[in-house]
């Protein structure tokens, strides 16, 4: 088996956002989106207990990495 097929980052998105949906309450997946009104960002994890506004994808990207523990605030 290619070290490809065991990667996240290699699969489609629709398998990602699956797995994203069912992984139960963990920080499997971040993500920073647009506000419908375009006036700034929300970012939010998978666990379902975090969920913040934020004025640039970079505010949410660094948030998304503290809450997950990769970086320090």
């Known amino acids: 088996m290619d070290d490809h097929d065991e990667n996240a980052l290699h699969e ?29 960002y929300y970012a939010f994890c998978s666990c379902g207990d975090w969920r913040v506004d934020v004025e640039t994808q970079e505010d949410g990207l660094h948030l998304a990495r503290v809450h997950t523990g990769s970086v320090q605030a």
């Open 12 to 40: 489609k998105p629709l398998e990602f956002m699956t797995s994203i949906a069912n992984s139960g309450g963990h920080c499997d997946g971040q993500a920073v989106l647009p506000h419908e009104n375009r006036t700034g």
